[in-house]
């Protein structure tokens, strides 16, 4: 069948704003009417009213600031460690042999579950947060970079032997950027997971963080606390998103663009 | 035209190299009993139908692999792990993508520990020779396959190996970038007088640049027999084949070759490579 037509972007994002739009529109003119209880879903122009004020006064960066703090506390020491780790193991075959069930049951256990001992063990504040994203964080990067330095391609690594690379070189030169791309392929993936653990961590008992304001709101029966703190998470995430693809196109300058 | 005294040689006797395979009770001899010798600064092909095990018998010879049985030593010397004084070609260039060419090219200079300045010089040199001035900065994604081939070569030439090992390296080129890749590894080979072991499927190839030829049987590999090829030197791949001597060459050899071939072909169509 040859029907495939090229897609139209500008179509696209036409139809993708219009769709957005009419939703809203909709969900307006519903509880305006009383179609739907105000009370459950809240209401676009109060959602809209909220978030205004919630960045007018300032409300709302206090807290972004603490999940962003503990976000990425959390990232940069679980990412560390997963290297570390996933280095340790591919180098040494028999420590790998050693800890795989307790590796694979780890990282099995929802560690969503985990958070109220944590909470127990590490108080409320940052750092029962940041063990929680430590949790999330490093099983994604430990198996990446496990999986790269494994996967790395052996006609490099026995060119590197042959050049006359000692074991310092062979790491530096050849298997740290090898893994390098596969840790930057779950770089997204990790970082998604980093948010999801301090919010989680800031639900179940805290007294400030994105996390703290929807739980405390949700306590309230203040669906609009909720739905805005929800929206203001979605626009930081997507923001974090955008600025990690440019970052991985900038570290993966050495890849043909069509990977 | 050979000096004796040139270092370089390459003894192998009674090379022997077996595999188990894992899912069968059983051993498979991908090279057996294999000995000749490389004269220091000899140009040597080695020829033979896929799957005979000449790329295993350039692996044993670079020390990245254990052989079973035989020796094979080095200017006299046992092979035992990787030889600093060599230097291999891959089939694929196993050249490093996150890399620029100038790194690529530096690379063997920095791991033995070059000093950066005179380090800095031969790698420009060397860029200059295989005619990449000007692409120092680009990564490798961004090269041909001929100029990735060029930047390996340069990698292995700079360090100036005493014995370059090359693994079928132009066979995924196109006709033209290899007889241009070749004219320009006979000019190379010509001004330094390193020991080359080049494998190749292709007898053309293989007559074309080397002093000797070695054919190899089908799997297990064994050496069938080996060719002096008088051709003149210097040569230039394109033409030496329509020199008389060339066709008689080739068609002494093919019949040597041709039966292995139709062998390795049929074993591996009834998947019976033991």
Known sequence: MSGVKRVSWAEIRLWRAGLLVAFLALWEVATRRGWIDKFFVSQPTVLATQIAEWVWSGFIFRHLWVTMQETIIGFLLGTLLGVVVGFLF?????????????????????????????????????????????????????????TGIREVDRDLVNNARILGATQRHMIRHVLLPSALTWIFSS????????????????????????????????SMFNSTGVLAGLLVLMAAVIAIDVALKRLDTRFSYWKPARW | MVGHDRTGAIVLEGVTQRFPLPREDREFTAVQDVSFTVRGGEFV????????????????????????????????????????RLG?????????????VAQNVGLPLLFRGVDAASARARVAEWIARIGLTGFEGYHPHQLSGGMRKRVALAMTMVYE??????????????????????????????????????????????????????????????????????????????????????????????????????????????????
């Open chain 2, 161 to 274: 190996p005493e014995i370059v090992l090359m693994d079928e390296p132009f066979g995924a080129l196109d006709v033209q970038t290899r007889n241009l890749m070749e004219n320009d590894l006979l000019e190379i080979w010509a001004q330094f007088r390193r020991t080359v072991v080049f494998v190749t499927h292709d007898l053309e190839e293989a007559i074309a640049l080397s002093d000797r030829v070695v054919v190899m049987t089908a799997s297990p590999g064994r050496v069938k027999a080996i060719y002096p090829i008088d051709l003149p030197r210097p040569r230039s791949v394109t033409e030496i084949r329509f020199h008389p001597e060339f066709g008689r060459l080739y068609e002494t050899m093919w019949t040597d070759l041709k039966d292995e071939v139709r062998l390795g072909y049929e074993r591996s169509q009834k998947g019976l490579m033991g």
């Open chain 2, 88 to 100: 291999f070609v891959f089939q694929r260039d196993a050249i490093f993508p996150w890399k620029t």
């Open chain 1, 187 to 218: 770089l997204r993936t990790s970082v998604g997971f980093a948010l999801i653990g301090a919010v989680v961590g800031e639900y179940l008992g805290s007294h400030e963080g994105m996390g703290y304001v929807i739980s405390y709101a949700e």
């Open chain 1, 90 to 146: 591919a180098h040494w075959e028999k420590l790998a042999y050693i800890f795989d069930p307790l590796m694979v049951a780890l990282n099995a256990m929802p560690r969503v579950v985990l958070a109220p001992l944590f909470i127990l063990w590490f108080g409320l504040g940052l750092l029962s947060k940041v063990v929680m994203v430590i949790s999330l964080v490093f099983f994604v990067v430990f198996f990446s970079t496990y």
């Open chain 2, 45 to 84: 092909s080695i020829v033979g139908p896929s799957g005979c095990g000449k790329s295993t018998l350039l692996g044993l010879v670079a020390g990245l692999v254990p052989g079973t049985a035989g020796r094979i030593t080095l200017d006299g010397q046992p092979v035992s792990g990787v030889n600093p």
